[in-house]
């Protein structure tokens, strides 16, 4: 098993689903290894780093602005009505992201963070997905897209993205998978109490 620190960023902005960002964290940042090694080091970031109100309300301060980042090897963009509505209109947040592509391992994406992925040119001829409610929008927007339906996350090997909300959780588990092993998932599972089947 790898003994490396992955450098996790979670990009947040006002009216992000909250558990689109708070289940990856999650799982995450409670993720050990046999020798009680944390493997991921989980931070966040937003467009200006000044406090975000997620959706219905929650406040959060980011740990970091776009200026002043450090490098990410795993980037996940959350969704919610902040990304479908204003953040696709956001030319900086989605050149950031498509800056991110170059130097991340893996980009990630949550629900409708998905339409940001596209926006930024990400997902053209890639097999993807997103909230059930946004497939449409995502398919007809950006056709270049092979939108897949029913399914939890989709992995194009260094883009991975994840259908609604939840669906979040499972994604961050199949990259612990991926980067450790299924026994660290398993116990991150019970640890978490959730149920991966």
Known sequence: MRSQK?????LLFDDVEVLDFAGPFEVFSVTSTKKEQKPFEVTTVSETG?????RNGLRVQPDYSFENAPQFDIL????????RNREINNERVIQWIAN???????????CTGALLLAKA????????????ASLKRLKEEFPGTKVQQGVKFVDEGDIITSGGISAGINMAFHIVGKL??????QETARRMEYDLC
């Open 121 to 132: 040119g990400l997902l053209e001829n890639r097999k993807c997905t997103t909230h059930w």
């Open 180 to 185: 450790l092993d299924q026994e660290v998932v």
């Open 6 to 10: 992955w450098r996790v960023g979670i």
């Open 76 to 83: 996940v963009v959350p969704g919610g009505a902040g990304a």
């Open 50 to 54: 000044e406090m975000v109100a997620a």
């Open 100 to 110: 991110e592509m170059k130097s991340v391992r893996l980009m990630t994406s949550v």
